[in-house]
């Protein structure tokens, strides 16, 4: 987020205007009820929980949210809940409580892998896993994590309850389909059949920097070698999370070698759609997908071996 905002900084004419967050009034919400109460009533609201991406935004001038709801103290939503079939995050639960869950790992370790890589682990104390997919940043790791694992999103509304999918989701950079009187109460990742082996890499310049490119697997095959089925997704490659549909369908149904790697290889680079930044070209980004998708699609294939023993 840093970087992005670093770009705006000669824009800004008066220095007083940086670091300096717009004046803005503070609820703490009692309950879910109070906090969509409070969003009907004062349009322009956003919700707060851990924090780490709104208030840098905030204090570069890039948000000017009129209040802040604060939902650091409605019961329920830091659990962590692992029951028909999915991992269930609440919208309070920070991204090391996730990390660090044995109970999580043991049924989607491809999780842990990614949370590791959010940020440092300060941040990882603050923020939370739903505040990130809600933030939408196109080279974030939850987000695609979501698209991965074909997860979804739990919106409570004025109007009621409702599910949305990831690949509903996310519309845009930073943008989503949740309605302003909306709020995320819960991400839902289903846990992958089992026997699935998974991985997941990205490529940053430093530790802790957004990611120039990223790539998950979900990879499940058969005695023979064969790939039954595949998921795979990436990010910092286009406005949204992408989900690779021309990679899975070169892998599915063939026997995993070093020729059906590098095909998958030269697909998935194809789908790179950034334009060129300050941060990398598109040529760039595509050179990294090409490669870190060969690798963790063997490592996913490796996981999967290495469970059958």
């Known amino acids: 987020m840093i970087v992005r905002i670093i770009g705006n900084l000669e824009k800004m004419k008066n220095w007083e ?50 209040m802040l709801i604060d939902i650091g103290k409605i019961a329920g939503l830091n659990k962590i809940l692992i029951e028909d079939g999915e991992v269930i995050v609440g919208a309070n639960v920070r991204h090391r409580d996730l990390e660090l869950s044995n109970e999580v790992f043991t049924v989607m370790p491809v999780l842990r892998q990614a949370l590791g890589k959010v940020a440092h682990v300060p941040i990882r104390h603050r923020g939370t896993t ?7 940043d196109a080279a974030a790791e939850m987000p695609m994590i979501l698209t991965l694992t074909g997860g979804y999103l739990t919106a409570v509304g004025p109007k009621g309850t409702r599910k949305i999918q990831a ?7 930073m943008t989503t389909t949740r309605a302003a009187d909306e709020m995320i109460v819960s991400a839902h990742f ?13 490529f940053a310049r430093r530790n802790g ?44 149904g063939n026997i995993l070698t070093e020729s059906l790697l590098e095909k ?34 063997a490592q996913a294939a490796k996981a999967e071996e290495e469970m059958a023993i």
Do not use: W
Request: proline share 6%.
């Open 130 to 136: 739903v505040g990130s997919i809600c933030h939408a």
């Open 17 to 66: 205007e940086i670091l300096k967050p717009p004046f803005f009034r503070y609820h703490a919400a009692t309950s879910i009820e109070d906090a969509i109460h409070q969003l009907v009533e004062n349009p322009g609201a956003l919700i707060l929980a851990g924090g780490q991406s709104l208030v840098p935004a905030m204090n570069f001038r890039l948000a000017s949210p009129e």
């Open 264 to 297: 998958a290889s030269s697909v998935a680079a194809e789908s790179v759609s950034a334009p060129d930044d300050t941060s990398a070209t598109n040529a760039y980004r595509s050179h990294l997908l090409s490669g870190l998708i060969k690798d963790v699609i």
């Open 209 to 252: 920097d957004y990611m120039l490119a990223g790539t998950g697997a979900l990879i499940k095959m058969d005695s023979d070698g064969r790939v039954m089925t595949a998921r795979l997704a990436a990010s910092g490659i286009a406005s949204t999370p992408k989900r690779l549909f021309d990679v899975e369908h070169v892998l599915i």
């Open 167 to 173: 690949e509903d989701f996310f519309k845009f950079h």
């Open 190 to 202: 289903p846990i992958p059949a089992e026997g699935t082996g998974s991985h997941f890499r990205e």
